[in-house]
């Protein structure tokens, strides 16, 4: 199921500062948040490559 994130940047072990614009996460007043970077086509993409490989 991983190859649904197919080309999000994995920033797991990026350090965050509140204004870094680089990163797909971002500081928030409750902890870290991801943002998803791939848009709705790869998106759909990955999720047919993910159902056509079951």
Known sequence: MVALFE?????SQT???RDD???SL???G???ANHRV???A???TNLH???ESW
Do not use: C, Y
């Open 30 to 32: 409750t902890g870290i």
């Open 38 to 40: 791939i848009d709705d």
């Open 42 to 44: 790869q998106w759909l």
């Open 7 to 11: 080309g999000q940047l994995d920033t």
């Open 15 to 17: 350090a965050v500062t």
């Open 21 to 23: 614009a680089l990163s």
């Open 26 to 28: 971002a500081l928030t």
């Open 49 to 51: 490559a993910v159902q």
